[in-house]
T-cell receptor, first 116, second 116 residues
């Protein structure tokens, strides 16, 4: 079956521009997560959705970052006025939430963002 | 305190040998989950194995097994009969339940190189 997909796979943008990153989770997965991974580093949690609501936004690094999810499916992470320190790989993951689930996350291939 | 600690930034193993990747965790919860993920150079995070805090038996998935020592709060990954394709970054992760839903924490990873 189809896995988690993300687009674009690569994005190069100029400092100060806005970018939108898209995540399409596995069908039926109600939980969706966004992470950021800088070169050679671990995963930094950004935001979590259960359905369309985001009960945990604690990881968003600044108010330039926002995310939404519509229809319990596709999610968009928006970074406004990008800065060079925003350069990283942005990973999206989804998981099934239900009785008997171990809640393992399935990750997309990521979007590599480069801010010049 | 770090929720997940992986003390081995890099490991080498001879092909066909077994290797253990260390992971310790910190939680005061009774119910939690432990995961291992593999990240090859292609970048995608691949779920390997899961251990629930109430599971008495160590989890196994093919050549992967999780050595779960609850009292020591360790969840080491054992890879038997290493293959060249096992060369990758390996991340240990923990899931805790919060009022806002499941919260995931990732370690900084261990880079495994399998030597022919």
């Amino acid at each position: 079956g189809a896995g988690v997909s993300q687009s674009p796979s690569n994005k190069v943008t100029e400092k100060g521009k806005d970018v939108e990153l898209r995540c399409d989770p596995i069908s039926g997965h109600t939980a969706l997560y966004w992470y950021r991974q800088s070169l050679g580093q671990g995963l930094e949690f950004l935001i979590y959705f259960q359905g369309n609501s985001a009960p945990d936004k604690s990881g968003l690094p600044s108010d330039r970052f926002s995310a939404e999810r519509t229809g319990g499916s596709v999610s968009t992470l928006t970074i406004q006025r990008t800065q060079q320190e925003d350069s990283a790989v942005y990973l999206c993951a989804s998981s099934f939430v239900g009785q008997g689930s171990s809640y393992e996350q399935y990750f997309g291939p990521g979007t590599r963002l480069t801010v010049t | 305190a770090q929720k997940i600690t992986q003390t081995q930034p890099g490991m080498f193993v001879q092909e066909k040998e077994a290797v253990t990747l260390d992971c310790t965790y910190d939680t005061s919860d009774q119910s939690y989950g432990l995961f291992w993920y593999k990240q090859p150079s292609s970048g995608e995070m691949i779920f390997l194995i899961y251990q629930g805090s109430y599971d008495e038996q160590n989890a196994t998935e093919g050549r992967y097994s999780l050595n779960f020592q609850k009292a020591r709060k360790s969840a080491n990954l054992v890879i038997s009969a290493s293959q060249l394709g096992d060369s990758a970054m390996y991340f240990c992760a923990m899931r805790e339940r919060r009022n806002t839903g499941n919260q995931f924490y990732f370690g900084t990873g261990t880079s495994l190189t399998v030597i022919p």
